[in-house]
């Protein structure tokens, strides 16, 4: 990671360990030469960054998609809600402004592409096979089963799909990405390929990008 890009990524707001945004970089750098990325889940851009730096260094693009209104753990009252991120007219949390500017300060408008909406309906009119899926999107069991249903199969044989916040004792956080996770193995088309902290890889094994995986 370049020295400017990685000062960019820790002064982002977010949820992304500098170890793990390490690996996502590395995994993306490996990856993003052979087609387009798509992140599911932006908040603010920090993860973003750790994609965008490896797009620029392979001429790749990154896709990254949210309705920016915050899953249902940023809501006020929730553990993770920052009340500066709310829109006082609307009364609504509005992740888009902050985003468009750390894109920008961080100098990565070339490389990253916002997609702003939800990820059911993005995922329906999706036709671009992928050379990796980042899910970090809502983690509600029914918004993470929904990404891996609508993009996982996308990925091109060999593609990656990353998957964050796993973990598998339910006393260290949610359960929903380890089910995803799980969902992946078993379908037999993802072999595992590698783990640091919370953040898990799996390659795709079988199948054609847009064919259905289990
Ligand atoms: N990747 C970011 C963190 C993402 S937080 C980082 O590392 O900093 C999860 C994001 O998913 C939130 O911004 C929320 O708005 C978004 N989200 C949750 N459910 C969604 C859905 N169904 N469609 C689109 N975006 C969703
Ligand atoms: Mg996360």
Redesign the pocket.
């Known amino acids: 990671m370049p020295a400017d890009l990685l000062a960019h990524a820790r002064a982002?707001?977010?949820?992304?360990p500098e170890d793990e945004?390490a690996f996502l970089h590395a995994i993306a750098l490996e990856h993003l030469a052979d087609g387009p990325g798509l992140?599911?889940?932006?908040?603010?851009?920090?993860?973003?960054i750790?994609l965008g730096a490896a797009a620029r260094a392979v001429d790749g693009i990154v896709f990254?998609?949210?309705?920016?209104?915050?899953?249902?753990?940023?809501q006020a009252g929730w553990e993770?809600h920052d009340e500066t991120l709310v829109d006082a007219e609307l009364g609504r949390?509005d992740?888009l402004p902050v985003f468009r500017r750390t894109l920008a300060l961080a100098g990565l408008e070339d490389e990253v592409v916002a997609v702003v909406?939800?990820?059911?309906?993005?995922a329906a009119h999706w036709r671009s096979p992928l050379s990796l899926l980042?899910v970090?999107?809502?983690?509600?069991e029914v918004?993470a089963q929904?990404?891996y249903t609508g993009f996982a199969r996308w990925l091109m044989p060999g593609g990656a799909l990353v998957i964050?916040d796993v973990f598998e004792r339910p006393e260290d956080g949610g359960q929903a990405p380890f089910h995803v996770w799980q969902r992946a193995v078993a379908s037999g088309a993802f072999e595992p390929a590698g783990t640091v902290g919370s953040m898990r890889v799996l390659s795709r094994s079988s199948g054609t990008a847009g064919e259905h995986v289990g």
């Open positions: 982002a707001k977010g949820f992304m945004g992140e599911v889940g932006t908040y603010c851009g920090k993860s973003a750790y990254t998609l949210d309705h920016h209104r915050g899953s249902e753990e940023n993770h949390m992740t909406g939800r990820s059911t309906t993005v980042f970090d999107g809502g983690h509600a918004h929904n990404d964050h």
